[in-house]
């Protein structure tokens, strides 16, 4: 296992900087979102290539730090198709340059009928289901081409919502270059929090087998509302996670999410001890 960060949690600034300063809080790896972290990356004048990947890529490896995921998170159901299939062509870009970046994984959530990502009643329903199946053949296709993987990472509110809808894309895509980025608590709300332990095992029960990459926060219930905070600062039962993770995934990269450089040693350190890294 190795313990890796957001690699925007810690700013957006020069490569050789921001690797410096993430390689000096502790971390081995990161996810990389290029637009939130990288400074003078220019999202939409076609600024990824496979020069820049490789330059990004050196900048890392001098601190030690390789690149676990890039984040490129589109919505793969939005309702206009015609923006949908842009944000689709930008996602197959970064699996074009995953490989040149380090890595393979580029990530993604599933999304949301409305176009700002809010909730929408139709996410729970077939039509929005098949949309998104439709979406990730599409990518996947694309990732065999170039030898890289669709990470999907499933949320509460989105069209993969819970494990079995998951597993059902999973199983509709066939694929290897189809694999989960499981943050438990994306999966979690203020009215299923009570059950995180079966939501937890289900997840690995329907999905051990494609997780590669988990995300670590933890949450709050205050006033009936769900609040993500810093691992190890809430209610989420790491001592499952770890244990099923070191049962099932032994090798996965955990990235933590909702931090900063202030508090992450806090964060460092509870996580070290959680999965005994």
Same mark, same amino acid.
């Given at each position: ?25 502790? @971390?081995?790896?990161? =996810? ?6 990288? %400074?003078? @990356? ?7 290539? %496979? ?29 206009? %198709?015609? =923006?949908? *299939?842009? =944000? ?22 599933? !999304?949301?009928?409305?176009?700002? @990502? ?10 929005? @289901?098949?949309?998104?199946? !439709? ?95 810093? %691992? ?6 790491? *001592? ?28 460092? =350190? ?8």
């Amino acid at each position: 296992m190795r313990l890796g960060v957001r690699a925007h949690d810690f700013g957006r600034l020069p490569a050789d900087e921001l690797a410096a300063r993430i390689a000096g809080a502790g @971390f081995r790896c990161v =996810q990389l979102a290029p637009p939130k972290a990288l %400074a003078g @990356f220019d999202a939409a004048g076609g600024g990824l290539n %496979a020069a820049l990947a490789r330059e990004v890529k050196a900048a890392f490896a001098r601190a030690g730090i390789e690149i676990a995921v890039l984040g490129c998170y589109i919505n793969p159901v939005d309702p206009d %198709a015609a =923006q949908r *299939g842009r =944000q689709l062509e930008r996602f197959k870009e970064y699996l074009r340059c995953a490989r040149e970046f380090g890595c393979r994984i580029v990530g993604t959530e599933t !999304g949301s009928l409305q176009a700002d @990502f809010s909730f929408h009643p139709g996410n729970r329903g077939e039509d929005a @289901f098949q949309v998104l199946v !439709g979406s990730v053949r599409e990518l996947v296709r694309e990732a065999e081409r170039c030898d890289a993987v669709v990470g999907i990472e499933g949320v509460e509110r989105y069209v993969i919502s819970d494990a079995r809808r998951m597993r059902r894309l999973i199983d509709a895509i066939e694929s290897p270059h189809l694999q989960v980025i499981f943050d438990p608590v994306n999966l979690l709300s203020a009215a299923n929090c009570a059950r995180q332990d079966d939501i937890i095992r289900e997840s690995f029960d329907l999905c051990g087998d494609r997780i590669a990459i988990l995300h670590a926060k933890d949450f709050v219930e205050e006033a009936g509302v769900l609040r993500s905070v810093p %691992a190890g600062r809430g209610k989420l039962n790491y *001592g499952l996670v770890a244990e099923l993770c070191r049962a099932r995934t032994p090798a996965i990269d955990i990235l933590m999410e909702d931090t900063e450089p202030a508090t992450v040693a806090d964060g460092v =350190q509870f996580l070290r001890r959680a999965f005994a890294i």
